[in-house]
Structures are given as C-alpha cells and as structure tokens.
C-alpha cells in the first residue's frame, strides 16, 4: 500500500487528471477531503501511481502495490472525515490482500529524491494506533547503526542524507541536524516490529 497526496486544488481536478490518459497516472483509490470515495483502478489491476523508486529492495512498486490518493495540497492538516475513511479502507484492503501493517507505506518512503508526499502533517501515528501502520515505541537500541535498520524497513540504497530525510519525514517530523540517537533507536525498533511481522 503506497499513500500519496494530490497537491492540487480540490479532489475534482485530482480525479480529472487521474482520469485523462494523456497524464499517464492513476491510482486505485482517491478520497476526497470530505470523505468521499472513488475507485478508479480495480485492487489486483496496475495502477500507475508510485513511478520510479523501490522498496523492500524490489523496484516497479506499481505492479505490486495498491495506491490510495488523498485529497490533499499538501500543507494542510487531512480532515477527520478523509481520515475515517482511510482507516476503514486501509482495514479492508490489508485483510483482503493479507498486508501486515508494515506494509503501509508513504510514497516518500519508497522514492525519498523525488517525493515527499503524504507530508509531516499526515498522521502516521493515528494508523499505528489502530493497527494500519507501524509507529517506534519507546526504547530501541540506538547502538544499531541507522543504515542498517533503514535497509531492513525496505528504504531504497539512495544516499545517507536522503534517507534521513525520508524517514525523519515519516516517523519524526520536524526534526532537523545531523542523524542522532533518537533517529538509531527509533528506526532500530521498527526494523525489529518489521521483523516480527514477516
């Protein structure tokens, strides 16, 4: 599952570009702000949504994943409404396609030089919570060096920096500076949740 914003004016314009062959993107999923939902690509259909980039060090994310476009300019906070629908939507598709929440990914994590979308005010944490993604819980081994516990979560081999970033984006947003503790043991304990749910 790659969750991604649309950065433009309002859930009709994403749905027209989203729609027009000419654009050569789609997702399966769009919801809007207020909640409602559209699909556009069937679930075991490829939908053209992640572009260039990997995870879990396998490129053509868009023929094994699902994308779920949410109405969004990107510097927004996302409203409860779309947030309500997400959630059952995400509940829905990884019971169906027997993804582990690890598997809930932002377009940022898996293409960190080009996107960084859906955005530090996208509430990461509110997904773990009910299961539908993964969040660092108190107390991971800061000893373990970032890269590795980053190449274990699925990070792509792009620079050291880049990486950061994307993960910072993600997981602690807002955080500025060289890669410190917190950075290690926050990434040490999801690589060791990640490993639990493989």
């Given at each position: 599952?790659?969750?991604?914003?649309?950065?433009?004016?309002?859930?009709?314009?994403?749905?027209?570009?989203?729609?027009a062959p000419e654009a050569q993107v789609s997702a399966h999923y769009l919801i809007g702000a207020d909640g409602t939902v559209w699909q556009l690509v069937e679930e075991a259909?490829?939908?053209?949504?992640?572009?260039?980039?990997?995870?879990?060090?396998q490129g053509d994310v868009n023929s094994r994943s699902i994308g779920i476009e949410l109405d969004n300019d990107g510097a927004s906070p996302f409203p409860a409404a779309q947030m309500l629908v997400l959630e059952r939507l995400l509940a829905a598709v990884l019971h169906r396609w027997a993804i582990p929440p690890a598997g809930v990914i932002a377009h940022s994590d898996m293409a960190p030089a080009r996107k960084a979308d859906p955005g530090p005010r996208f509430?990461?944490?509110?997904?773990?919570?009910m299961g539908l993604s993964v969040w660092p819980r108190p107390g991971g081994n800061a000893a373990i060096p970032l890269d590795r516990s980053l190449d274990r979560l699925g990070y792509p081999p792009v620079s050291a920096d880049l990486r950061l970033k994307a993960?910072?984006?993600?997981?602690?947003?807002?955080?500025?500076?060289?890669?410190?503790?917190?950075?290690?043991?926050a990434a040490a304990d999801l690589a060791a949740q990640v490993r639990g749910q493989g």
């Open positions: 599952m790659v969750l991604h914003y649309t950065q433009m004016a309002n859930a009709h314009a994403a749905l027209e570009r989203l729609c259909a490829r939908a053209w949504h992640a572009g260039a980039g990997e995870w879990g060090g509430d990461w944490r509110r997904l773990a919570l993960f910072r984006l993600r997981f602690r947003p807002g955080t500025a500076g060289p890669e410190n503790a917190d950075d290690r043991a």
